[in-house]
């Protein structure tokens, strides 16, 4: 965090926002044998069940209050990543509760295959048709935006198009335009902004769609993970929301707003 704190600063941003992930349902690997990287190793069995560990909240807040005194002139949010809250809505409000973030994302990273088996969306094309898999997601994405009232910003909803197959060909958002719709629909209808990752460049006609289907608000996330990457591609993504009418909040860490109608 200290890290990515001194590089916000170097790159002249105001706010930055540290959504740290928390998951807590069972995902299942399609291929269980092949080799995987020592911190997923760790957290996986025999049969291939990933077990995520928990958040640790108050190390987390902690550390962020130790880079608002490092960083005064820095704006520092709280946040957190909630995978699938809509599935475990005990858990989610207890860790939200706790937590008090300051903005919470709502995403989802896996698609349930049958009442017992999730699997990883982007492992899943190991195991189902590429077409299936992105609209199962955007199905459970409509269903992750009326079921859980606990988060403000939809992440990535093009997750699975980072894994799309070579294979299968260049992954059009045109070919699942209405899929997209409904999950965007259901989004704008709970008054929700939706998120524009920025190194992983969200096509253009997917915000198009948001303000058609209602949307008013958009966050940006550049998906760091390291430093280096910090606010990748944001400038490229802030002309392209522009352009389809969207615009600064009232403060740097405020959400981009509808600004006129197309």
Sequence with gaps: MERTCARAVELGLPSIA???????????LTDPHRALPDWLAERTDADGVVTPPALDVE????????????????????????????????????????GRFDRALGSVHT????????????????ALAAEAVVRRYLTEVAALATGSDVFHVLAHIDYPVRYWPATAGPCDPRAFEEEYRYALRALA?????LEVNTRN?????????????GGTAL??????????????????????VEAHGFGPGAHPYDFWVLKKRH
């Design 111 to 126: 698609i349930r295959h049958t009442a017992d088996l999730d699997y990883d969306a982007g492992d899943a094309y190991n």
């Design 59 to 98: 190390g987390y807040l902690a550390e962020v209050a130790r880079c608002r005194d490092l960083f005064p002139d820095l704006r520092i949010l709280t946040g957190v990543e909630l995978s699938e809250p809509h599935w475990h809505h005990e858990r989610v409000t207890d860790l939200v509760t706790l």
């Design 18 to 28: 540290f959504t740290e992930h928390a998951d807590f349902g069972l995902t299942t």
């Design 201 to 213: 460049p969200l096509d253009p006609v997917i915000v198009r769609w948001w303000r058609e289907e």
């Design 189 to 193: 209808g709970t008054g929700r902004a």
């Design 219 to 240: 966050s940006f996330g550049s998906d760091a993970h390291r430093p280096d990457l910090l606010a990748t591609g944001l400038l490229e993504a802030a002309a392209m």
